[in-house]
C-alpha cells in the first residue's frame, strides 16, 4: 500500500500554476512592493503585512533572507546589538548574551524564523525575480516595479528576449542592500543620486542606518544598507541589529505614508519624547 | 554690541539637556533678559518647509577633504531626510557634517526682521556643523560657531573636541565596523574623561558655550586663551571639562566683562528678568 495517495502529473502541474497565478494575480497590484529579500525588507514585509497591507517581496535569488544566514567571514553566527533582540524575542528565535548587550545566534534559525515570520503574518514572496526597473508615473513618482525572472537576465540576450512585466504599487522600499537598485535606476533617469558608501568617521553607523530609513524619493522608500549608498554612510560589518530596525522603521515610514497607524507595541522608540520648552 | 535679549532655543534630542538651567546661568552671570524658547526651525518656522530642507540638504559635507560649496542640483533622498528632521527634531542623527558657515546663513536667513538688532540668538541643535580648515585642508567638526545667531552643537560637544590620546591608541587595535561591543567597552575604560551621548554632565557643558555665544558680540573676542575659564577654545575633551566642570569660572578678565555688564550701561546695577 503506497504511503501517498495518487495525484496525476497534469494535476500537479495545474496545482502549481493555480497557486503561482492566484498569487501573481492579488500582487500585480499591491499597497508595497519590498525589492530585496534580505533582513530588512523582511522585516519591513513582516511589518506591513501584520498590520494588514497588502506586501510583496521580490527576490533575485532562489533562497531568501541575503546575508542573514551568514555571520562574518562565512562562520554562521549572527550578532545583534541591544535593542534589537527583541526582533529575536518576536520572531521566537532563542539567542545568548555574549556580552554586555551584544546577543548572538546560529544564522540559519534567525533567518529562518524571519522568512517564516514575515509569511506568517501574511506577506507573499516572490523569489527568483529581479528588479529592472521603476514604474515612473505622473510627475516622476515612482507606482511600482517592472520585474523578470532571474534566469532571463543571466542568459545571453541573442537568446532570451523575454519581456518584463510590472508590479504596481503605491509604494516601493529599497532593500536592495549595498547596490541600492531602485535607487540606481533612478539615478540612471537624472532623477536621484546616489552618494555611495562614504567615509564620515562616525562611531555609531547602526544608528545612523535606522534614522537615515525614510521616504528618498516621491513614491521610494531606502531601508537596510541601500541606505548606506543612498546617502553616503559607512558600511557596517557582520552585525544585523540595524538590518532589522531599519526594515520596522521602513515600515512605520510607510504606515505613516499609507495612512494607516502604527500600533505602540511594535514601534520603534521616539528618538525621544521631550517637552518642549515655554516661552518665557 | 550688548544685546537686549538672549534667546536660547531647545535641542529636543538632548535629554539630559536643562535648557531653562542654562537660562538661568546666562541671566545669573550677565543680568541679560533671557529666555528659552523650544528648537529653532519649529520656532522660527518657514511656511516652505521643502525649500528649508533643500536649503540644509545642501549644506551637508560630502567631502572632507574639500571646503563645501552649494551644489548645482540635490538627490531627493537628502532633501526628503531633512524634511524628516524639521518635523520630528528629536530624532538626533550622528554622523552627518554641515558645513558650519553655511548653516548658520540658513538660520540667520529664518530670523524675522524685528528681532535681527541687538538680541543674541543661541540655538542649540544636534546637527553637527564643521569647518573647513585651510592649515591642514580638512573639516573639523565644531561644538560651536559663533556668530548670528550662534549655533552649539550637542552632538559637536561628543564629537569635537579630541578623547584622551591614549583612547585612540587603544581604538586604532580595533577594527570599529565589527567590534561595537569591544568599542563600548573602550568607552567604559575612559568613562567620565570625555562627554558622552546624553551625559549627565551636558548642561554643565553646554552653559559655557552659551556664555561664549553671548560673550562673543560683546567682546569682539571668539574665545579666551585662558584654559582656566569657561570661554576657553577647548581642543580636548579633558580641556574642555577642565574649563566648563572643574573650573566653571570666568577668568579674571572676563568676570571684569561680566560685571560691567551686570552694572548696566550708566553703572547702575539692574536687576535681572
Not at chain 1, 267 to 274: D, G, I, S, T
Not at chain 2, 128 to 142: S, V
Not at chain 2, 215 to 223: A, K, V
Request: hydrophobic share 40%; aromatic share 8%.
Amino acid at each position: 500500500m503506497p504511503l501517498f495517495q495518487p495525484a496525476s502529473e497534469a494535476e500537479v502541474t495545474r496545482a502549481i500554476l493555480k497557486g503561482f497565478t492566484r498569487d501573481l494575480e492579488r500582487y500585480a497590484e499591491s499597497e508595497v512592493v519590498v525589492v530585496g529579500g534580505g533582513p530588512s525588507g523582511l522585516m519591513a514585509a513582516r511589518d506591513l503585512a501584520k498590520h494588514g497591507v497588502e506586501v510583496v517581496v521580490i527576490e533575485r535569488n532562489n533562497y531568501i533572507g541575503g546575508g542573514f544566514w551568514i555571520g562574518g567571514y562565512l562562520m554562521n553566527t549572527i550578532t545583534v546589538r541591544a535593542p534589537a533582540q527583541k526582533v529575536l524575542d518576536e520572531i521566537g528565535c532563542p539567542y545568548e548574551e555574549f556580552s554586555k548587550n551584544l546577543f548572538v545566534t546560529p544564522g540559519p534559525h534567525a533567518c529562518s524564523k524571519l522568512i517564516a515570520a514575515t509569511m506568517d503574518a501574511g506577506a507573499r514572496i516572490q523569489n527568483m525575480t529581479s528588479f529592472e526597473d521603476v514604474v515612473i508615473r505622473e510627475e516622476n513618482r515612482v507606482g511600482g516595479v517592472v520585474i523578470n525572472w532571474t534566469p532571463v537576465q543571466a542568459l545571453p540576450h541573442e537568446i532570451t528576449c523575454v519581456d518584463p512585466i510590472a508590479l504596481e504599487s503605491e509604494l516601493v522600499i529599497d532593500a536592495t542592500g549595498h547596490d541600492a537598485l531602485v535607487i540606481q535606476s533612478l539615478e540612471k533617469r537624472g532623477l536621484a543620486k546616489r552618494i555611495g558608501e562614504g567615509g564620515m568617521w562616525i562611531e555609531k553607523s547602526e544608528d545612523a542606518v535606522v534614522e537615515h530609513t525614510g521616504l528618498a524619493y516621491p513614491g521610494v522608500i531606502v531601508a537596510g544598507m541601500a541606505v548606506c549608498s543612498t546617502y553616503g554612510l559607512p558600511r557596517m560589518g557582520p552585525t544585523f541589529g540595524a538590518m532589522l530596525l531599519s526594515g520596522r522603521r521602513a515600515a512605520e515610514e510607510a504606515l505613516k505614508l499609507l495612512k494607516k497607524g502604527v500600533p505602540a507595541a511594535t514601534k520603534l522608540p521616539e528618538a525621544r519624547a521631550k517637552p518642549v520648552a515655554r516661552k518665557r | 554690541m550688548v544685546p537686549r535679549h538672549v534667546y536660547l532655543y531647545e535641542d529636543p534630542s538632548a535629554v539630559t539637556l536643562d535648557l531653562r538651567r542654562i537660562a538661568d546661568h546666562v541671566r545669573t552671570v550677565t543680568r541679560l533678559q533671557v529666555s528659552v524658547r523650544g528648537e529653532y526651525f519649529r520656532h522660527h518656522r518657514p511656511p516652505d518647509l521643502d525649500g528649508l530642507a533643500t536649503q540644509i540638504a545642501a549644506t551637508r559635507v560630502t567631502d572632507l577633504m574639500r571646503p563645501h560649496t552649494r551644489p548645482p542640483s540635490l538627490s531627493p533622498p537628502l532633501v526628503h531626510f531633512e524634511r524628516r528632521l524639521l518635523e520630528a527634531p528629536e530624532r538626533r542623527v550622528p554622523g552627518v557634517l554641515y558645513d558650519g558657515f553655511l548653516l548658520q546663513g540658513i538660520y540667520r536667513a529664518a530670523l524675522p526682521p524685528a528681532e535681527r538688532t541687538k538680541v543674541a540668538h543661541v540655538a542649540i541643535t544636534s546637527r553637527l556643523p564643521g569647518t573647513f580648515d585651510e592649515a591642514d585642508r580638512r573639516y573639523h567638526a565644531r561644538a560651536v560657531i559663533l556668530g548670528y545667531p550662534a549655533l552649539v552643537s550637542t552632538s559637536g560637544i561628543v564629537e569635537a573636541p579630541a578623547k584622551p590620546r591614549g583612547f585612540y591608541v587603544a581604538k586604532r587595535g580595533l577594527r570599529i565596523d565589527a567590534a561595537d561591543a569591544r568599542y563600548e567597552a573602550l568607552k567604559e575604560q575612559y568613562a567620565g574623561r570625555f562627554v558622552d551621548w546624553d551625559d549627565p554632565r551636558l548642561t554643565l557643558v553646554a552653559q559655557g558655550y552659551a556664555l561664549q555665544a553671548v560673550f562673543y558680540p560683546i567682546t569682539g573676542e571668539p574665545f579666551c586663551d585662558d584654559k582656566d575659564c569657561v570661554l576657553f577654545n577647548a581642543h580636548w575633551q579633558e580641556e574642555l571639562l577642565h574649563a566648563q566642570i572643574e573650573s566653571g569660572l570666568l577668568c579674571a578678565r572676563h568676570r571684569k566683562v561680566a560685571e560691567a555688564l551686570r552694572a548696566g550701561p550708566d553703572g547702575r546695577r539692574t536687576r535681572p528678568r
